[in-house]
């Protein structure tokens, strides 16, 4: 996660990415680890989503499922189709 950090040290220069908004990195057909989330608001299998200290995200596909979520980080287990800013 090093080289992330410093991609998002970069953008922050520009002003083209906000630090408190939630950063996720996905792995096709095996899920996603999302960070910096406060809470969830949508829970069900093919839909969640999550909410940031700025903004939120939502992520669809089939067989979603939370394997982890504590201290801001969050991992969703399953085939992800998509994730939208909301």
Do not use: C, H, P
């Not at 969703?76 to 800013?85: E, F, L, S, Y």
Request: glycine share 16%.
């Amino acid at each position: 996660m090093k080289l992330l950090g410093e991609i998002e040290k970069l953008l922050q220069k520009t002003g083209a990415v906000d630090a408190l908004g939630v950063q996720y990195t996905v792995i096709d057909g095996k899920g996603g680890y999302f960070q910096n989330i406060k809470r969830i608001l949508e829970f069900s299998q093919t839909r969640i989503v999550l909410q940031g200290k700025k903004g939120s995200v939502a992520v669809e596909g089939n067989g979603l499922s939370l394997g982890k979520y504590f201290g801001g980080d969050a991992m969703v287990i399953g085939d992800i189709a998509r994730v939208m800013r909301e």
